[in-house]
Each structure stands twice: as structure tokens, then as C-alpha cells.
């Protein structure tokens, strides 16, 4: 789509070394068939997505494998460690889907709490300085607390990826003053993860200045999402650029945009 | 001496031939080994060596895949 007017250029998003084209990343998950799915991710444009590891079903009463509805050749397949409730076991997973071969990046998550499905922050920075050391390149999916981002960052981490609310929950973006303040002090990409529930979600988001944000259910559980995902395309561009056109300061009181001269007597 | 072991794949207790290797094991559960990645006794095999690997009463076998995920 080209567009009659020339807006601001943009800085490309570069994580790990690697160059990539679209700032939103998508999940693969949760999806009521993979048809759904692969005309969301062609939608959203995104050229991440993420996938995770389990078993192969022994019985083959259900085909979970996806990577026959995944093109590797035109999307960039991320990994994460979901579902890993110790610094171990998000390493294990991840030299595990590091050996399927297709890169050394990983979406590191080592959950914390069942309910909320929170990160627990020191298995967090155990399995990130492990999986550093072992040649990873390390996206960690952590809160939005400056200090562990900064840990993070310390532990090598190619891009930090605090949430927005909650994974699945949908809430939107609860703090966007600690989502900017780690932006604002991070060097290393910041890509926030989780809790985006529909567009204008990610629109703020993006005004918040990060890098970019992943997203799953937000397309996968909504009514059309195929629909969502090109909406949420549209307001991450959205985002994007208005955070680099740079918005207008706010004021508590009015300013008239019309001239005050000239008005009849 | 029975010319059949037990081992443990994905969690569950299975019969395979004594003095099978992992890629035999994979065949016999119709498993493109370009498809899985094989844990053995916690250690990853590579795909290569699936054909070297023999596999002992008791091993502990993961088979795993990509599914859809967050």
C-alpha cells in the first residue's frame, strides 16, 4: 500500500543482528483451526511468530505439529519456553527447539505464579544467563519493572519483552509509565509481550515508543482474526508513527484552533 | 532374555526390540525423524547419530515438536 504523503522514517528493528520488517510479532496459539491462523499471521503482516515445544502425540488421536502450515522461508520461527515453571526447564525446552534447527533465538518465559501466570524473575535471569552463555540469542518475556529489565539486559539478553497485562488476559496496557521508563533506559529492544486486547491497545502501546509487541489471543480468540490481525497491523503502524511524529503537549485548558481575530462585532 | 525391552517414551512405558536404536524407534511409532527432536535420558540426539544410539531397559525417551504457541 503506498500512501500520498511522506511520513517520518523509521529506524529499522533490528533484534539479535537480525533485520525484521514488521514490529508486530504473533503467536500461534489457540486458534480454532490452522487455516484461522495462517490467514491471521498473513494479515498481521508479522514476520516472528512464536511457536512452542511439547510432546509428539504417540497415538496421533490429534495432529498438533504446525510446522506444515508454516512457511520458514517467509516467517521467522521464534520459540518460547511456555509453560516452564523453573529456570531448568525453560533451558531444557529451549536447547530443544533450538536442536529442530531453525535459529538460536528463543522467547524465554519462566513462569512464576499459575494464576496470573506472572514471571518468576530469578529463575527468569538464571535460565537468560544460562541460555547467553550457551549461544542463545534470549527475548525475555518479564514484567514491567525497571530493574529486573535492566537485569535482563546486563544478562545479555537480545530483547526485553515486558507485559502489558497479564498473558490471555486482554486487559491492555496497565502501566504505561514502566513500559516507557524501560524503553527510555534500555539499549536492547523492548518488545512488550502479552495483554494487548484489541487495537487500540496496541496503538498505545506503540506511542509508548518500544520496539514492537507480541501478541497471540488478541487475534486468536477474537470473534474474526483474521479481521483483528489486520487491524492490529494497522494500529501498530499507527502507534508507531505517532509516537515518532511526536505527539502535542497536553493542557488542562482549552486553546481555540480558530483565529480569535476577525470575528464579527 | 526376552528379545524385547521396556522404555519410557513421552511418559509412557513402551515395548521395542532389544538392541533397537532411536531411529528405528522412530520409525516404528511412523515418526519423520526430520520432524521430532529426540531427548535421551535428558540428553539431546542429534539427528545423525538417531541411527548409533541403542537404546537400554528403563531410557527415558522424549520425542518432541513445534506446536502453536504464545
Same mark, same amino acid.
Given at each position: 500500500?503506498?500512501?500520498?504523503?511522506?511520513?517520518?522514517?523509521?529506524?529499522?528493528?533490528?533484534?539479535?543482528?537480525?533485520?525484521?520488517?514488521?514490529?508486530?510479532?504473533?503467536?500461534?496459539?489457540?486458534?480454532?483451526?490452522?487455516?484461522?491462523?495462517?490467514?491471521?499471521?498473513?494479515?498481521?503482516?508479522?514476520?516472528?511468530?512464536?511457536?512452542?515445544?511439547?510432546?509428539?502425540?504417540?497415538?496421533?488421536?490429534?495432529?498438533?505439529?504446525?510446522?506444515?502450515?508454516?512457511?520458514?522461508?517467509?516467517?521467522?520461527?521464534?520459540?518460547?519456553?511456555?509453560?516452564?515453571?523453573?529456570?531448568?526447564?525453560?533451558?531444557?525446552?529451549?536447547?530443544?527447539?533450538?536442536?529442530?534447527?531453525?535459529?538460536?533465538?528463543?522467547?524465554?518465559? &519462566?513462569?512464576?505464579? @499459575?494464576?496470573?501466570?506472572?514471571?518468576?524473575?530469578?529463575?527468569? %535471569?538464571? !535460565? $537468560? +544467563?544460562?541460555? /547467553?552463555?550457551?549461544?542463545?540469542?534470549?527475548?525475555?518475556?518479564?514484567?514491567?519493572?525497571?530493574?529486573?529489565?535492566?537485569?535482563?539486559?546486563?544478562?545479555?539478553?537480545?530483547?526485553?519483552?515486558?507485559?502489558?497485562?497479564?498473558?490471555?488476559?486482554?486487559?491492555?496496557?496497565?502501566?504505561?509509565?514502566?513500559?516507557?521508563?524501560?524503553?527510555?533506559?534500555?539499549?536492547?529492544?523492548?518488545?512488550?509481550?502479552?495483554?494487548?486486547?484489541?487495537?487500540?491497545?496496541?496503538? &498505545?502501546?506503540?506511542? @509508548?515508543?518500544?520496539?514492537?509487541?507480541?501478541?497471540?489471543?488478541? %487475534?486468536? !480468540? $477474537? +470473534?474474526?482474526? /483474521?479481521?483483528?490481525?489486520?487491524?492490529?497491523?494497522?494500529?501498530?503502524?499507527?502507534?508507531?508513527?505517532?509516537?515518532?511524529?511526536?505527539?502535542?503537549?497536553?493542557?488542562?485548558?482549552?486553546?481555540?484552533?480558530?483565529?480569535?481575530?476577525?470575528?464579527?462585532? | 532374555?526376552?528379545?524385547?525391552?521396556?522404555?519410557?517414551?513421552?511418559?509412557?512405558?513402551?515395548?521395542?526390540?532389544?538392541?533397537?536404536?532411536?531411529?528405528?524407534?522412530?520409525?516404528?511409532?511412523?515418526?519423520?525423524?526430520?520432524?521430532?527432536?529426540?531427548?535421551?535420558?535428558?540428553?539431546?540426539?542429534?539427528?545423525?547419530?538417531?541411527?548409533?544410539?541403542?537404546?537400554?531397559?528403563?531410557?527415558?525417551?522424549?520425542?518432541?515438536?513445534?506446536?502453536?504457541?504464545?
Amino acid at each position: 500500500m503506498t500512501t500520498a504523503v511522506d511520513t517520518i522514517r523509521d529506524t529499522p528493528f533490528v533484534v539479535g543482528g537480525r533485520t525484521f520488517h514488521s514490529r508486530l510479532m504473533v503467536g500461534t496459539g489457540k486458534y480454532r483451526d490452522n487455516e484461522t491462523m495462517a490467514g491471521a499471521i498473513e494479515a498481521s503482516g508479522a514476520e516472528v511468530v512464536t511457536v512452542a515445544v511439547r510432546r509428539v502425540d504417540l497415538d496421533r488421536s490429534k495432529e498438533t505439529g504446525i510446522l506444515h502450515h508454516l512457511d520458514p522461508s517467509r516467517l521467522f520461527l521464534l520459540a518460547n519456553t511456555a509453560g516452564c515453571f523453573t529456570a531448568d526447564d525453560a533451558v531444557r525446552y529451549a536447547r530443544l527447539a533450538r536442536e529442530a534447527g531453525f535459529n538460536e533465538f528463543v522467547k524465554l518465559e &519462566v513462569i512464576g505464579d @499459575q494464576e496470573t501466570l506472572l514471571p518468576d524473575v530469578q529463575g527468569l %535471569l538464571d !535460565a $537468560a +544467563r544460562t541460555l /547467553v552463555k550457551d549461544g542463545f540469542k534470549v527475548l525475555a518475556y518479564t514484567n514491567e519493572d525497571l530493574v529486573t529489565a535492566l537485569r535482563l539486559e546486563d544478562a545479555g539478553c537480545a530483547a526485553v519483552m515486558p507485559l502489558a497485562s497479564p498473558i490471555g488476559s486482554g486487559l491492555g496496557l496497565l502501566n504505561p509509565y514502566g513500559i516507557r521508563i524501560i524503553k527510555q533506559r534500555l539499549s536492547v529492544p523492548v518488545v512488550v509481550d502479552a495483554g494487548v486486547g484489541t487495537a487500540s491497545d496496541a496503538c &498505545v502501546t506503540m506511542e @509508548q515508543g518500544v520496539d514492537g509487541i507480541l501478541m497471540n489471543t488478541a %487475534l486468536a !480468540a $477474537a +470473534r474474526d482474526p /483474521v479481521s483483528m490481525a489486520h487491524a492490529m497491523r494497522l494500529a501498530v503502524e499507527a502507534g508507531r508513527t505517532a509516537y515518532l511524529a511526536g505527539r502535542m503537549p497536553k493542557r488542562e485548558v482549552a486553546v481555540p484552533s480558530s483565529p480569535l481575530e476577525g470575528m464579527l462585532d | 532374555m526376552t528379545d524385547s525391552i521396556d522404555v519410557v517414551v513421552n511418559g509412557e512405558q513402551r515395548r521395542v526390540a532389544r538392541g533397537a536404536t532411536l531411529l528405528e524407534l522412530l520409525r516404528s511409532l511412523e515418526l519423520d525423524p526430520r520432524a521430532v527432536v529426540v531427548e535421551h535420558n535428558r540428553a539431546i540426539v542429534r539427528r545423525p547419530r538417531l541411527g548409533d544410539v541403542t537404546v537400554a531397559p528403563g531410557d527415558a525417551i522424549e520425542l518432541v515438536h513445534f506446536v502453536g504457541g504464545g
